[in-house]
């Protein structure tokens, strides 16, 4: 079974940078890792994801501010999310997901597997 552990998180400034990591455990050709994230009182986002080849997408809402990275270890997976130039409105629970489904959906509904989360709280 896929299993996906986050770390990472914290506190910064408007304008800092944080990175989060996923460690991706049990994955398969074909799937995709995604970042999602969920603020108080509002919907699941879909963030950045990145294919069992490489190839990244990203929504609106970080594109030029987030990458999303990926280096393997032995049976793992690790996924990065590199967050610059960080908004008030980045602060959030974020969630590592796994799933065999298409890049460009970053549609929750369509992954399987869930990390834990981590907070990421962004001050003005």
């Known amino acids: 079974q896929v299993q996906l552990v986050e770390s990472g998180g914290g506190s910064v400034q408007a304008g800092g940078s944080l990175r989060l990591s996923c460690a991706a455990s049990?994955?398969?050709?074909?799937?995709?890792i995604a970042w999602f994230r969920q603020a108080d009182e509002k919907e699941r986002e879909g963030v950045a994801a990145?294919?069992?080849?490489?190839?990244?997408?990203?929504a609106d809402s970080v594109k030029g501010r987030f990458t999303i990275s990926k280096d393997y270890a032995i049976n793992t997976v690790h996924v990065h999310l590199q967050m610059n130039s960080l908004k008030p409105e980045d602060t959030a629970t974020y969630y590592c997901?796994?799933?065999?489904?298409?890049?460009?959906?970053?549609?929750?509904?369509?992954?399987?597997?869930w990390g834990q989360g981590t907070q990421v709280t962004v001050s003005s």
């Open positions: 997901a796994g799933g065999r489904t298409t890049l460009y959906e970053l549609d929750g509904d369509m992954y399987h597997y």
């Open positions: 049990n994955t398969r050709s074909g799937y995709v």
């Open positions: 990145i294919d069992s080849d490489g190839k990244t997408y990203y």
